[in-house]
């Protein structure tokens, strides 16, 4: 699986773990490597995990301390807030979400502390490359937190020798994930900084004098992977077979020698061996020992509150900073992790050069000619992206902008009778916000005009293709707030069998519109979705699946 293929899918490797929802409601979809095996509870330990973090660390403010002994017995900082975004997001929650009892988000109190985060940035390459990182994750904008430009902040620490204003490869690893998570490239003189670092044995030091780290070692892994280094580069293969050679017997990594298994270090090792493609999560896995997994060894870690433990020689003690890391390793997420708003922000550059400067519209399909529908699903892009599609942006030279174009593009697109049609100039129109509206667009009421094509049997438009042109007629009416008739909803539920619309845009489709509409979809229909995901973990008819399709199944 490539580097690019995870910031597309949040998955692990070999399809064991999917995460979402909110933090008190995870579900996972848990896919078994051999039949033999029965995988530790990942869902439950995030859960566990992400609560415990919530309700004990997290700040009135939204932040949190690297350093407390609970919530509001320390004030929060950005390297704390910034350690807890990334262990939320890995758990498949939403670090920008209000979370229960508090009175800001995580991201909150980020962006509230542009000085704070300056500064925070301002050290080395190392903690900017975990505040791009961290906020990336978070679907926040790294070059804008109040003005401050992480980016800017992170780019402005590399050396003439290709380090980041550090001396060990853990910290310069992070520099190099945090470009990597915003689509900058990766200086050469940076990646042989770590290759010139490695020692004898495959491993790197710690920076402190700890050689033979499988903390930096893991680290290093990540960084050369994201940055397009093959699995079967020798520096890679060399730090692998480090990691081999020093894992304990009970599935775990030690800090150094002699220092005994621990939670942290574990997770490090497991986030490198996701990245590698590894199974880190089969008692009969290749890593597994004694019948223990990695994964499973992670978990022995963890305490009965939900809290990861560290011991310091008086016995094991529930601990912020183990519980945050060991998150991500639970979850087997290595860095960078996905990254929707880097992702949304790439998809804009491509929009706004695939406008027509003539027409200021849209292409639906490459070589046929901007019409209304490419012309509104842009438009929408544009809105859900936090964008205004009538700025100066999204202005030709002819000074057309987007939805001006999407007018003059109606009426041609809609003259030929049928409701999908208008339900997708609706979708576009609704998403251009302020002076439009549905009733009074291109001279033509687009609610009445639907009205007009609905047949007797609840169909606004031809099924004989599937129900993808009805679904978009009932979404346009639905996010217009325009009455969708009984029968059309009747119709629907009726076009499904056994919760099977026919196809993944379809499913997705009439899932979309019965939530929406607060009508129960039969129960089925999950399981047809379950069934219907391929090994990619996208929806399709044939691998590598189909933005379209999974995109669709997702808004479902």
Not at 25 to 40: H, K
Not at 473 to 480: F, N, R, S
């Amino acid at each position: 699986m490539s580097r690019k293929l995870w910031s597309l899918v949040f998955a692990v490797t070999a399809g064991i773990l999917v995460v979402t929802g909110t933090i008190y409601a995870m579900e996972s979809s848990i896919t078994v490597a051999a039949e033999e095996d029965v995988l530790p509870d990942q869902q439950g330990a995030l859960r566990k995990a992400a609560i415990w973090l919530v309700r004990t660390h997290q700040n009135d403010d939204g932040g949190y301390s690297s350093f407390s002994s609970g919530a509001n017995d320390a004030p929060s900082s950005i390297g704390g807030t910034v350690d807890a975004i990334l262990a939320i997001a890995a758990s498949g929650n939403n670090p920008a979400a209000l979370f229960p009892g508090k009175t800001d988000t995580l991201v909150g109190y980020i962006m509230a502390n542009p000085a704070q985060v300056a500064e925070y940035a301002g050290l080395d390459g190392s903690q900017a490359g975990k505040l791009v990182l961290a906020l990336t994750a978070a679907a926040a904008d790294p070059r804008d937190v109040d003005g401050f430009n992480a980016v800017d902040a992170l780019k402005a620490q590399q050396q003439p020798d290709g380090s980041f204003g550090v001396t060990d490869v853990y910290k310069h690893s992070l520099a190099i994930l945090g470009l990597v998570s915003v689509g900058e490239p990766v200086p050469a003189a940076s990646l042989q900084w770590i290759v010139d670092t490695q020692a004898a044995d495959g491993s790197w030091d710690d920076g402190f004098g700890t050689l033979g780290n499988p903390d930096a070692t893991a680290m290093a892994i990540m960084a050369l992977l994201a940055s397009e280094q093959p699995v079967d580069d020798p520096v890679v293969v060399a730090a692998r077979e480090f990691l081999a050679d020093v894992q304990l017997p009970d599935g775990s990594w030690e800090y150094g020698t002699g220092f005994g298994g621990n939670a942290n270090t574990t997770a490090l090792v497991i986030q490198a061996l996701s990245a590698l493609g590894e199974d880190w999560y089969s008692a009969t896995g290749p890593w597994a020992q004694n019948g223990i997994s990695p994964l499973e060894a992670l978990l022995s870690f963890q305490s009965a509150s939900g809290a990861f433990h560290v011991d310091y020689g008086q016995g094991p003690a529930d601990d912020f900073y183990s519980t945050v890391q060991s998150l991500l390793g639970v979850a087997g997420l290595p860095y960078p992790l996905p990254a929707r708003f880097e992702a949304a922000r790439m998809g804009l550059v491509c929009l706004d050069n695939l406008q027509d400067e003539q027409s200021g519209g849209w292409e639906q399909f490459a070589g046929y000619g901007v019409n209304a529908a490419g012309t509104s699903r842009a438009i929408e892009a544009i809105h859900s992206a936090g964008g205004d599609p009538q700025d100066d942006r999204w202005t030709t030279a002819g000074a057309v902008n987007a939805v001006d174009a999407l007018e003059q593009e109606t009426p041609d697109y809609v003259a030929g009778g049928l409701g999908g049609r208008v339900g997708v100039v609706m979708q576009g129109v609704v998403a251009a916000a302020d002076p439009y509206a549905v009733s009074d667009f291109a001279g033509l009421d687009l609610p009445l005009l639907m009205s007009g094509y609905l047949s007797p049997t609840g169909e606004y438009d031809s099924t004989a293709f599937g129900i993808s042109s009805q679904g978009e007629a009932m979404l346009g009416l639905i996010v217009a707030d325009e009455p969708v008739d009984p029968t059309a909803v009747d119709f629907l539920l009726d076009a499904q069998n056994d919760g099977d619309w026919g196809s993944p845009d379809g499913n997705g489709l009439a899932l979309n519109v019965l939530g929406r509409l607060n009508e129960q979809a039969p129960a089925e229909s999950i399981d047809v979705l379950h069934a219907g995901q391929l090994a990619d973990g996208g929806w399709g008819y044939d691998l590598p699946s189909n933005p379209n399709s999974t995109s669709e199944v997702v808004q479902g």
